[in-house]
């Protein structure tokens, strides 16, 4: 009767997108592979202003951002 939740888990969670994993949450990392950002050297082609409008992005998770690109000195770009 029971129905292993194995095939569901395996479509739905994609091992591969571990950019930023355990940093942003998933909507934001979402919105980053939308527009095909998958390394903190694409992410610093953009400024925070730009990162802020996209989907799952609020204060809180740029600040998160920008401590983990200070880290590893990135930074966003100045407009």
């Known amino acids: 009767m029971s129905k292993s939740l194995n095939s569901i888990y395996t479509v739905n969670c994609d091992s591969e ?21 998958d390394s903190l050297e694409k992410l610093s082609d953009y400024s925070e202003k730009e990162i802020l409008q ?6 809180n998770t740029v600040m998160k951002l920008k401590n983990h690109m200070k880290e590893h000195q990135v930074f966003f770009k100045e407009l």
Not at 25 to 32: H, S
């Open 54 to 59: 996209l989907h799952g992005f609020g204060k």
């Open 17 to 37: 997108n571990t950019f930023l994993q355990g940093v942003i949450a998933m909507p934001a990392r979402r919105a980053l592979e939308k527009e095909k950002i």
